[in-house]
């Protein structure tokens, strides 16, 4: 069965402080793996996306690395800032001609980033 | 890069009323369009994609209809509301050669 797990489900830092968020997914064939910000009441924006020959990919504060042999993720955050409150979501796409159900969304985790 | 617009930002419905909510896309042509949605708390349920005018796949049975009478255009609708259609309505676009998903700002649609 095709699933991304990710962990912690929620989390609370204070500002300034680093945080590494964790994606495991089961989904095959695989393609892709992205990782996404949704603010609250916004749609997801996408962070960073990476293939299967990807290990690491940065943007700005951002840091996703893949280990594709033990289908592992992981979203670094560096010296949070209180506007990376969010939620982050994990999102793998099977590699499928159709256009439909090929993505499989984590449930994401709930970051809060205090002062 | 591609816009989503949908309207309205928020709904407050009563059970058994009537629903539509509009997607529309900016910046692309012939896309892939998607409406999920997304519980409180919870991850994104993919509900209609359709790859062209007039083609809709339904992933989960519903009493939800979606049509796209247009290419950039995908609409969202139900005869009839139930308690369990509240919840944050997403439309998405998506570029085949990028395989990237752009998302619109949502829909918080409360059913009473």
């Known amino acids: 069965k095709n699933q991304v797990e990710q962990s912690p489900q929620s989390l609370i830092i204070l500002e300034g402080k680093n945080c590494t968020l964790q994606c495991n997914y089961t989904v095959s064939p695989f393609s892709n793996l992205r990782w996404y910000k949704q603010d609250t009441g916004r749609g997801p924006v996408s962070l960073t996306i990476?293939?299967?020959?990807?290990n690491t990919k940065s943007n700005g504060r951002y840091t996703a690395t893949l280990d594709a042999d033990t289908k592992q993720s992981s979203l670094h955050i560096t010296a949070s800032q209180l506007s990376d409150s969010a939620s982050y979501i994990c999102?793998?796409?099977?590699?499928?001609?159709?256009?439909?159900?090929?993505?499989?969304f984590g449930g994401g985790t709930r970051l809060m980033v205090k002062p | 890069s591609q816009t989503i617009h949908q309207w309205p930002a928020t709904l407050v419905q009563p059970v058994g009323s009537p629903l539509s909510l509009e997607c529309t896309v900016e910046?692309?042509?012939?896309?892939?369009l998607y409406w999920y949605r997304q519980a409180a708390g919870r991850g994104l349920q993919l509900l209609f994609y359709s790859v062209g005018i007039g083609q809709i796949s339904s992933e989960v049975p519903q009493n939800l209809s979606a049509s796209r009478p247009q290419d950039r255009q995908f609409i969202l609708s139900s005869k009839k509301l139930l308690l369990s259609d509240s919840g944050f309505y997403l439309c998405?676009?998506?570029?085949?050669?990028?395989?990237?998903?752009?998302f619109g700002p949502g829909t918080r649609l409360t059913v009473l």
């Open positions: 999102v793998v796409t099977r590699l499928n001609n159709n256009a439909g159900n090929m993505l499989t």
């Open positions: 990476m293939t299967f020959s990807e």
């Open positions: 910046g692309t042509s012939n896309p892939n």
């Open positions: 998405a676009s998506r570029e085949g050669y990028t395989d990237t998903q752009y």
